[in-house]
């Protein structure tokens, strides 16, 4: 099956700092690139859509200045926390769309803010 | 409002059991049913979907999942659960007629397997 890689798999940082997210599809070109987040024991919570080459689509109440999603290539879309806070200390996934409508999910980052 | 929802948030069967994993949604368009396994380390892999037409619908590793419009469920069956289908276990509804799209998640379901 279709690989997707996050890095890093975890991370933990300063209250403040900014944390970025990579996301790569090893063996198809994603189209379309959803990125959600999973706070304990809660369910994954669609955060942005974006397409290669273009601005990224953000859900109701997802700060777009606190996350910014760069989708510059067909193979890699990157996810920024910006002056990261605890309240942001989450489970990010990435999910890659391919040119054959099949979605996959990456493995996550499990990110924790101090 | 759409939503999902998984009664229970954890269930522990004995290997060799059946099991049977509750979903519940609402959706105010047709409905596209998936369900998804999470292991630890491991990305979301897809178990089986539903699109339209059989309301049974058969997926990987021997799990089966019937649509029911009546009662909104989607619930997911095995007839003989093994100690490796211990993981987390997420429903999802969508809207897009394809292999997902905007998915909303219901909370997930913790299944331990007891030797």
């Known amino acids: 099956g279709a690989v997707v890689s996050q890095h890093p798999s975890w991370v933990i940082c300063k209250s403040g700092t900014s944390v970025k997210i990579e996301c790569r599809s090893l063996?198809?070109?994603?189209?379309?690139m959803f990125w959600y987040r999973q706070f304990p024991k809660q369910s994954l919570m669609l955060m942005a859509t974006?397409?290669?080459?273009?601005?990224?689509?953000?859900e109701q109440g997802v700060e777009k200045d606190k996350f910014l999603i760069n989708h510059a290539s067909l193979t890699l879309s990157t996810l920024t926390v910006t002056s990261a806070h605890p309240e942001d200390s989450s489970f990010y996934i990435c999910?890659?769309?391919?040119?054959?409508?099949?979605?996959?999910f990456g493995p996550g980052t499990r990110l924790l803010v101090l | 409002a759409q939503s999902v929802t998984q009664p229970d948030i954890h269930i522990t069967v004995s290997e060799g059991a059946s099991l049977e994993l509750r979903c519940n949604y609402s959706?105010?368009?047709?409905?596209?049913l998936f369900w998804y396994v999470q292991s630890p380390g491991q990305g979301l892999q897809l178990l089986l979907k539903?699109?339209?037409?059989?309301?049974l619908v058969q997926g990987i590793k021997g799990f089966e999942a019937e649509f029911k419009r009546s009662q909104s469920s989607f619930n997911l069956r095995k007839p003989s659960v093994h100690w490796s289908d211990a993981a987390e276990y997420f429903c999802?509804?969508?809207?897009?007629?394809?292999?997902?799209?905007?998915?909303?998640f219901g909370q997930g379901t913790e299944l331990s397997v007891k030797p």
């Open positions: 974006s397409n290669e080459g273009s601005k990224a689509t953000y």
């Open positions: 063996d198809f070109q994603a189209t379309t």
């Open positions: 539903y699109f339209s037409g059989d309301t």
């Open positions: 999802a509804v969508g809207a897009y007629y394809n292999q997902g799209g905007k998915l909303i």
């Open positions: 999910s890659p769309v391919s040119y054959q409508e099949t979605q996959y």
């Open positions: 959706y105010g368009a047709t409905p596209y």
